[in-house]
């Protein structure tokens, strides 16, 4: 060792000038060359290390408090915040009451055309929907559920049997359908629901239904999260009424009721899938179910008035002053006019379209909403304006 090579060469004397000898070569290699001390510890006392304070006693009796050290034998205080009352959220009807006495699962076995190459008979495939028992012995489900069904089969709860069932009317522009069974025994003890009307923003429903990783009955609550108009993926083209809630729809749901306080409010029907959004999901509100079911009351569906046009918002002055429009709100641009549809010889491309069945027509292109109130029989009443500043409204 190093330390031992300076000990045996050194011609000192004095054990005292070796000791301070050694001490000064240690501390120079030390801060020269960078390296870390030595672990081990040189013969002498050690050094002296500070007197530990402990914190003072306290005197006997009582007496003011001492402070102590934070983090030592004490807990933060939380400030003090006031007491806010939360209201508690109404409850989802029991699942023993009207649901399950209504709820049914509905088994299809379908087969899908191939539209490109018809003659081909395609594969079978299977699908589990649920429905709901109505007055009149008839079940309501989705469009989806039941389209290109081959056969069905239907199940209630607490009975084994399957029961065949039929269709009797489909309408792919709002996914509705209606389906029975011929067994008159089968809605024995089954009963019919009753309707409700929209509900309100944040209130909660519960959904039901037959989803997947199961085989008994389903429910999910959640709350009322949006009223707006969406697309129906079901057929793609056509834009209704829809609420979107957050309670879990999952395949297996479509069809069920959305309830609230054992009434009707909607029936589940679309949601996001994957990673695109979670919580989000779709019923069919009563204002759609309530046109469906007087639409089939003559024993046809006719489905929903189409005014065959397109349209563009009126939003700028600038462009409202130009087509000799108030400033008022109102009105909607017309783009194009279906040849073939019921505004052929009516509108034309230009004209300004301003109300429909004398129900006003925001400039936003609230068009949409007064078209769930029109049927096929109906006498439509348009206003519209040229876009000129000469022409006045004609009224047809």
């Known amino acids: 060792m190093l330390f031992d090579h300076i000990v045996s060469s050194s011609t000192l004397s004095g054990m005292k000038g070796l000791r301070g000898f050694i001490i000064i070569l240690a501390l120079v290699g030390s801060t020269s060359f960078g390296q870390q001390p030595s672990q081990e510890q040189p013969n002498g006392p050690l050094p002296q290390q500070p007197p530990q304070q402990l914190p003072p006693q306290q005197p006997n009796g009582p007496g003011p408090e001492q402070p102590r050290p934070p983090g030592v034998g004490t807990k933060p205080q939380a400030p003090q915040q006031n007491v806010v009352a939360v209201p508690v959220p109404m409850a989802p009807p029991q699942p023993n009451g009207p649901v399950e006495k209504s ?25 589990v929907g649920a429905g709901f028992v109505i007055d009149g012995n008839r079940i309501m489900t989705n469009a989806h559920v039941v389209s290109n069904s081959r056969y069905l089969t239907v199940e209630r709860d607490g009975d084994p049997n399957k029961y065949p069932a039929k269709v009797l009317f489909v309408a792919h522009d709002c996914d509705l359908a209606l389906i029975t069974v011929d067994s008159p025994n089968f809605f024995k003890n089954m009963q019919p629901v009753k309707f409700g009307g929209i509900p309100q923003l944040e209130s909660t429903v519960s959904a039901y239904g037959y989803p997947i990783g ?26 209704h009424l829809a609420i979107q809630i957050s309670a879990q729809i999952n395949p297996g749901n479509s069809g069920g009721p959305v309830m609230q306080n054992t009434k009707v409010i909607g029936v589940a029907f679309q949601g996001y899938s994957g990673d695109i959004a979670q919580g989000v999901a779709y019923m069919i509100p009563t204002p759609v179910i309530n046109r469906f079911l007087k639409d089939v009351n003559d024993g046809r569906y006719d489905g929903y008035v189409d005014l065959g046009l397109t349209y563009a918002k009126l939003q700028n002055p600038a462009q409202r002053r130009y087509l000799g429009l108030k400033d008022d709100g109102r009105g909607v641009l017309v783009e194009t006019v279906v040849a073939a549809g019921p505004c052929a010889k009516l509108l034309k491309p230009g004209d300004v379209l301003l109300s429909i069945d004398n129900h006003p027509i925001a400039s936003d292109g609230n068009v949409d909403l007064e078209g769930e109130h029109v049927e096929m029989p109906e006498v439509v009443e348009r206003k519209f304006k040229r876009a000129c500043n000469s022409t006045p409204c004609r009224r047809i």
């Open 214 to 239: 199961g085989e008994r009955m389903s429910v999910t609550t959640g709350i009322v999260s949006r009223i707006d108009f969406q697309l129906y993926t079901h057929s793609s083209i056509d834009q």
């Open 103 to 127: 709820l049914v699962r509905i088994t299809a076995t379908e087969v899908a055309p191939d539209y490109r190459a018809p003659w081909n008979a395609g594969m079978l495939g299977r699908g």
